[in-house]
């Protein structure tokens, strides 16, 4: 009755102990597939953040060209209008 009885216990023991193994291996394998998944998630970030800052480079480029053109144009038009100025200022005194 002992020897049936230490059978029954060694045999479940054993099922106990396979059904953690296969957790663990079920488990083991969550891991390494999400690990897989963060790292192809931080790869395509990290292209992002590239594009991005690619992207930001040139628009503060276009920036500074657009910066630059209007303070040239700011100039010509304060020299248009110091020139208008003058002619008219001009124009009027030398009329009687």
Partial sequence: MMAAKESKTWRFDR????????????LAALIVGSWVNLQ???D???RDVTQLI?????FEQKV???WSNSIS?????QA????????????GCSRP
Avoid: C, P, W
């Fill in 40 to 42: 192809r998630q931080l």
């Fill in 54 to 58: 690619q992207s930001q480079k040139e």
């Fill in 15 to 26: 099922r106990i102990n396979m059904s953690v193994l296969v957790q663990i291996m079920f």
């Fill in 73 to 77: 144009h700011e100039y010509r038009l």
């Fill in 44 to 46: 395509l970030l990290q």
């Fill in 64 to 66: 500074e060209s657009l």
């Fill in 80 to 91: 248009l209008e110091k020139g208008t100025t003058g002619i008219d200022m001009a124009g």
